[in-house]
């Protein structure tokens, strides 16, 4: 029995650049605030983009590089470039008072939780 092989090498490249390669991250609750800690070997902290916005935290790394060979009149030059997300969502985080840090390619965000609540008033 003959199998198909046809699109074989099709597969091959499209699951290559289909995989996702997600950065891994941490999320707990600690001291009264949530606590995301992400691994970005290699990364610094200007690669990295951190929004709060409707409750979503979104982390963002993007890296850019040229690789040059042969400067004067370069023969090879290739650029890779790099980006990746990630989104959480959180409820009653405290938004004025989010904390961010790097160290060593480990990212730390602080969310303040905020125990505040509304009192509404019956008209």
Same mark, same amino acid.
């Given at each position: ?6 699109? %074989?090498? &099709?597969? $091959? $490249? ?8 997600? %950065?891994?991250?941490?999320? #707990? !609750?600690?001291?009264?605030? #949530?606590?995301?800690?992400?691994? *970005?070997?290699?990364?610094? +902290? ?5 929004? %709060?916005?409707? +409750?979503? *935290? @979104? $982390? ?6 040229? @690789?040059?060979? =042969?400067? /004067?009149? #370069? ?7 790099? !980006? ?6 959180? +409820? =009653?985080?405290?938004? !004025?008072?989010? +904390?961010?840090?790097? !160290? /060593? ?12 609540? &509304?009192? $509404?008033?019956? /008209?």
């Amino acid at each position: 029995m003959m199998q198909n092989t046809q699109n %074989f090498p &099709t597969d $091959i $490249i499209e699951s290559l650049l289909t995989e996702h390669h997600d %950065f891994k991250v941490d999320v #707990y !609750e600690s001291n009264g605030a #949530y606590q995301v800690i992400a691994e *970005l070997p290699g990364y610094s +902290k200007d690669d990295v983009t951190i929004q %709060f916005e409707d +409750k979503t *935290l @979104t $982390i963002r790394v993007t890296q850019t590089s040229t @690789t040059t060979e =042969n400067q /004067d009149q #370069y023969l090879i030059r290739e650029r890779n470039s790099n !980006e990746q997300s990630r989104q959480f969502i959180f +409820k =009653n985080v405290d938004k !004025e008072n989010i +904390k961010a840090t790097m !160290e /060593d390619g480990i990212l730390s965000v602080e969310l303040p939780i905020n125990h505040t609540k &509304t009192q $509404i008033n019956i /008209d």
